[in-house]
């Protein structure tokens, strides 16, 4: 026995089926559009902040070991940038002041002496942070 609206029920139901398709493949890209758009937003934020603290310990530094006499100096920085905690130590040939958060590294040069060493790091938090210069051994620790 055959029924006259089987043709057309299979028919309507394969339409909804494409459209529910169709509708979660539009919902989908939306949402990685937006989703990408505020974790690019986010990470350009975190860099720009991560560059100032960058700048601000590099001057810092530059003043304190530009002296001829040994020196202890603070510094304040964020205690976290965007809500992460990060890290600041110098690059690897001491040219630089890096700070590092969530896997992204910012830098900014050291305006001084060329045979300064600079050695140590300083943790976002606690809050306290003090640069120690030592005139003698031309040796800048950050702690």
């Known amino acids: 026995m055959k029924w006259a609206g089987d043709e057309r029920g299979i028919a309507i139901a394969s339409e909804y089926v494409l459209l529910l398709g169709v509708s979660m493949l539009i919902f989908t890209a939306v949402f990685i559009g937006f989703n990408s758009f505020?974790?690019?937003?986010?990470?350009?934020?975190?860099?720009?902040?991560?560059?100032?603290v960058a700048?601000?310990?590099?001057?810092r530094i530059s003043g304190v070991a530009l002296g001829e006499a040994s020196a202890t100096g603070s510094i304040d920085v964020p205690g976290r940038i965007c809500g992460?905690?990060?890290v600041i130590y110098p690059s690897r040939d001491g040219k630089?002041?890096?700070?590092?958060?969530?896997?992204?590294?910012?830098?900014?040069?050291?305006?001084?002496p060329a045979d300064l060493k600079i050695e140590?790091?300083?943790?976002?938090?606690p809050p306290e942070h003090r640069i120690d210069y030592d005139a003698s051994t031309k040796t800048l620790a950050l702690a």
């Open 38 to 52: 505020d974790n690019t937003a986010s990470a350009d934020a975190r860099s720009a902040a991560a560059y100032r």
């Open 84 to 86: 992460s905690p990060y």
């Open 55 to 59: 700048v601000r310990v590099s001057e």
């Open 96 to 112: 630089a002041i890096c700070v590092l958060i969530e896997r992204d590294e910012q830098e900014a040069p050291v305006l001084a």
């Open 120 to 125: 140590g790091f300083m943790v976002s938090l």
